[in-house]
């Protein structure tokens, strides 16, 4: 059964239809070195783009409840940027007063 919704046709999934556990995968190496403050702020940039997509998706498609949670997602990914990039960044003169 395929579903549709305003950004795409979907196909009907269940997470209780899987075939198996999951499989572990080796990160891939892109041969990038950033510090550890700069993959955590990209890696939580990009899961709070991705929960929003998501959240947009399920308010579309009237699932309130999860949209609710995906949201709840997003604004904890958007939080953990944050701090990601204030350990990135220099302290300020005032911080330093203080």
């Known amino acids: 059964m395929r579903v ?10 269940s997470s209780n ?18 510090s550890d403050a700069e993959n955590l ?3 939580a940039r990009y899961l709070a783009d991705m929960t929003s997509q998501l959240e947009a998706m ?3 498609a009237k699932f309130e ?11 904890e990914a958007e939080a953990a940027a944050l701090q ?4 990135l960044s220099p302290p300020s003169d005032d911080q ?3």
């Open 4 to 13: 549709r919704t305003g950004i795409a046709v979907v196909a009907n999934f």
């Open 17 to 34: 239809r899987r075939a198996g556990p999951p499989v572990a995968q080796e990160p891939l190496d892109t041969g990038l070195t950033l």
């Open 41 to 43: 702020q990209a890696v």
């Open 58 to 60: 399920a308010r579309g």
């Open 65 to 75: 409840l999860l949209a609710y949670l995906l949201a709840m997602a997003r604004a």
């Open 84 to 87: 990601a990039k204030a350990e």
């Open 96 to 98: 330093l007063q203080a």
